[in-house]
């Protein structure tokens, strides 16, 4: 469809090391894999968004969450609350 991506890839510090993936989640999952196998921190302008991903969404460590992100999650179980029929 004209909303599908043509090429979904991995950068890192400018150098292409994924291309050719089927979606735009497994970039993101495999994005997080090589900055924890490589040992690279965090963009700091990006850090909390990382965070997120990482510790609420693929719940890897997400019992320590810095304020910012936990705060964050909060909201989201707020709002996934409104949605779950009792």
Do not use: R, W
């Not at 890192?12 to 089927?22: D, F, N, P, Q, R």
């Not at 850090?47 to 989201?76: A, H």
Request: aromatic share 6%; net charge neutral.
């Amino acid at each position: 469809s004209a909303d599908t991506p043509e090429n979904i890839g991995v950068i890192i510090e400018g150098c292409t090391v994924l291309k050719a993936l089927s979606d735009v989640a497994k970039g993101c999952a495999l994005l997080l894999g090589l900055i924890y196998s490589l040992n690279l921190s965090y963009p700091k302008h990006l850090k909390y968004t990382f965070e997120f991903l990482q510790k609420v969404l693929m719940e890897l460590d997400g019992n320590n969450l810095s304020m910012k992100v936990q705060v964050q999650k909060n909201k989201l179980l707020d709002i996934l609350a409104c949605y779950v029929v009792p």
